[in-house]
């Protein structure tokens, strides 16, 4: 039962425009979420996370938007740039250690 | 360097063989964990530990053990019971704590049964 969605399995996006990443989730215990950049054949780095007190969290040109009576959070990359091309985790948890993974969405920025 | 480390990066199995997968930490973590990914999907959570001498049955545990005799160690062994063993596997880490608590992964090791 896949708790954690990301409905979009790909995003091509130009050079210096926003990047917009968009996850959904069905558990609502779920108080902590986060996203993960992948790149092939690498173990998965952290980029940003959000508690469910807050509605966004700002680090750099990164941005995640949580909107918890639709169980929907988003990541904003502005200005997106040729680096960011990589696969992007959305993640889930509840007051465990446990995460629960979406299936990501692959950005490629176009130069 | 702090951080944590799989080998081999790959790995090929003939059928019918276990294998053991090699996960280190020097992070002074004590919860690790050990996910698979599959093309078009997400991290699954295989098993997991949060202290020595201790570990949990993540969602596909079926087919693998694991044991956890140190802190640093994590090893994970796919079985000839795994039915579809060949994919990625990561292995992660973190520190004891509940919400919030960042999983940091090491570099993978591609298993391919042949």
């Known amino acids: 039962d896949q708790q954690v969605k990301q409905n979009s399995p790909s995003l091509s996006v130009q050079e210096g425009r926003i990047s917009i990443l968009n996850c959904d989730y069905t558990n609502s215990m779920f108080d902590y979420f986060l996203w993960y950049k992948k790149y092939p054949a690498e173990g998965p780095t952290f980029l940003i996370s959000i508690s469910s007190i807050k509605d966004k969290n700002e680090d750099g040109r990164f941005t995640v938007f949580l909107n918890k009576s639709a169980k929907h959070l988003s990541l904003h990359i502005v200005p997106s740039q040729p680096g960011d091309s990589a696969v992007y985790f959305c993640?889930?948890?509840?007051?465990?250690?446990?995460?629960?993974f979406g299936a990501g969405t692959t950005v490629t920025v176009r130069a | 360097d702090g951080g944590i480390t799989q080998s081999p990066k790959y790995l090929f199995r003939k059928e019918g063989q276990n294998v053991t997968l090699s996960c280190e930490q020097n992070l002074n973590h004590d919860a690790m964990y050990w996910y698979r990914q599959d093309p078009g999907q997400g991290l699954r959570l295989i098993y997991y530990s949060q202290i020595v001498n201790d570990f949990q049955k993540g969602d596909i545990a079926e087919g693998y053990s694991v044991s956890r005799e140190k802190k640093e160690s994590f090893p994970l062994t796919v079985t000839s019971a795994q039915k579809n063993p060949t994919a990625f596997y990561l292995c992660?880490?973190?520190?004891?704590?509940?919400?919030?608590?960042?999983?940091?992964f090491g570099p993978g090791t591609r298993l391919t049964v042949l």
């Open positions: 992660a880490s973190s520190l004891l704590a509940g919400v919030g608590n960042e999983q940091f």
């Open positions: 993640a889930a948890s509840r007051d465990d250690y446990k995460l629960s």
